[in-house]
């Protein structure tokens, strides 16, 4: 990965920018909260989308995903295999034992929140369940390399190291999906640097007070290789190993990382 040598340090929001951040981030959450209440077998992914949309413009917000490069929903909805932009469906009827992952963004006074969460319909597999609390694990401990004076890659190392401990710790093989990542955001969805889920510490701009990143790993049980299907969002894994992803808008600050995207209950 180059890094253009202009960009020293990963832009700095102020404090009031932080604040409105968090306000969007905080749709963010009730949105996921309120889909994962309604998730249950039978239910259909474009009613999730529905409840998210609903939630986001009911706050005064705008949902970031729907339209984003012609992308149809207000949330990203992946199950099982699908690790990555899935696209609701009313022909997506969730059953007991699915693994859904599901990605929402809120722009509120211009300023944007991304968040991603993986949890389960009915009962999960053991090793399915193992996967997703690893990989929320792995989100946890990557969000502690978010300080100031860390560069970017310190943030990739973290991600990277945790999964392999993760590795152990939960019993359960993992793989990092080649190719995608984190970025900054702000006034925009994806902003400039790209954060890859894994590589060498020391490399790239500094984090400074106030830099913003969405980390958001994204680990498979049998391979890093995926695939693109025909309506061109869809991400799977390339042979149809589950996965999980997880994601928070996470600043830095002098008092350590702060998450822009919390949920009150039932989850990170």
């Given at each position: 990965m180059a890094f253009r040598k202009k960009k020293k340090i990963i832009a700095a929001k102020s404090p009031e920018q932080l604040q409105a951040m968090q306000a969007a981030g905080e749709i963010v959450g009730r949105a996921l909260q309120a889909v994962r209440d309604a998730a249950g077998p039978g239910v259909t992914t474009l009613e999730l989308d529905a409840i998210a949309e609903d939630v986001?413009?009911?706050?005064?917000?705008?949902?970031?995903?729907?339209?984003?490069?012609?992308?149809?929903?207000?949330?990203?909805?992946?199950?099982?295999?699908?690790?990555?932009?899935?696209?609701?469906?009313?022909?997506?009827v969730l059953r007991d034992g699915d693994l859904l992952s599901v990605d929402c963004g809120a722009i509120l006074d211009g300023w944007v929140g991304d968040s991603a969460w993986t949890f389960g319909i009915g009962t999960l597999a053991d090793e399915h369940?193992?996967?997703?609390?690893?990989?929320?694990?792995?989100?946890?401990?990557?969000?502690?390399?978010?300080?100031?004076?860390?560069?970017?890659?310190?943030v990739s190392w973290a991600l990277e190291e945790a999964t392999a401990r993760a590795e152990e710790k939960f019993g359960v093989p993992l793989h990092i999906v080649d190719g995608y990542g984190g970025h900054?955001?702000?006034?925009?969805?994806?902003?400039?640097?790209?954060?890859?889920?894994?590589?060498?510490p020391g490399h790239g701009p500094k984090i400074v007070e106030g830099s913003v990143l969405a980390i958001e790993p994204m680990l498979a049980l049998g391979t890093p290789d995926s695939t693109v299907l025909a309506d061109e969002w869809?991400?799977?894994?390339?042979?149809?190993?589950?996965?999980?992803?997880?994601?928070?808008?996470?600043?830095?600050?002098?008092?350590?990382?702060?998450?822009?995207?919390?949920?009150?209950?039932?989850?990170?």
């Open positions: 986001i413009r009911s706050a005064g917000a705008v949902p970031a995903f729907k339209g984003y490069q012609g992308f149809p929903g207000s949330i990203c909805s992946s199950p099982n295999d699908m690790i990555v932009h899935g696209i609701p469906a009313e022909d997506v369940h193992r996967l997703n609390e690893a990989t929320a694990w792995v989100l946890d401990e990557g969000i502690k390399a978010m300080v100031p004076g860390n560069r970017l890659t310190d900054s955001i702000g006034r925009a969805m994806h902003e400039d640097p790209y954060l890859p889920n894994e590589g060498d869809s991400v799977v894994t390339a042979d149809g190993s589950y996965s999980s992803h997880w994601e928070h808008t996470v600043a830095a600050t002098a008092e350590g990382p702060r998450i822009l995207t919390p949920r009150t209950h039932r989850g990170r």
